[in-house]
């Protein structure tokens, strides 16, 4: 069983921010294969078994808030038996241009506390990852400002089209593996027409 977790924040007033932009990748998945994330009992998140990239995956998206992702993500794999190997996580970068993605088979958490958290809570930097590009933040905006808006209108289009091929990068570390997989998306940045 494969574990992939969109990292974000819970409720209605973080939709679609940039820094909710693992959720949407996660819920871009759910679609493909026609499927729902459901809030379970006693569980700090919303999940839903299904196939992705040809192999058994639990998709989860933690309800605990961006700073507390680890325990979600280790409740995850402890109920399904789920090596860190077999564990990939989507969350935003600011460091990265919107429409760049990065994808990693394990490192630091840079300065995104969501990753922090999983890293903390698995205390294991062999963690895959697919960074997705939100940036770059003004100079003279704030980074709680930054990564709790919304994108502009002018940048839906591209959201859309990053959203849909992390969501292939997902799909490809599971097919073809992670070498393959970074070569294929790594250092491709998509123009506003995609």
Partial sequence: MKLVVGLGNPGAEYQHTRHNVGFDVVACLARRQAVALKKG??????????????????????????NRSGEAVWKAMRRGKIAVE????VFDDV???????????RGSAGTHNGMRSVIDWLQSEEVARVRV???????????IDFVLGRFGADEDLKVEKVVERA???VESLFSAGAEKTM??????????AG
């Fill in 133 to 143: 590009g939100v940036g770059p933040r003004p100079r003279e905006q704030q980074m």
């Fill in 167 to 169: 969501a292939d990068a």
């Fill in 41 to 66: 009992w006693f569980f700090p998140g919303q999940r839903v078994e299904t196939v992705c990239g040809g192999e058994a995956t639990q998709l989860l998206l933690p309800t605990t808030f961006m």
């Fill in 95 to 105: 460091e990265l241009e919107l429409g760049a993605l990065k994808v990693r088979k």
């Fill in 86 to 89: 077999n564990v990939v996580v």
């Fill in 183 to 192: 070569s294929r998306f790594n250092g491709c940045v998509l123009d506003g």
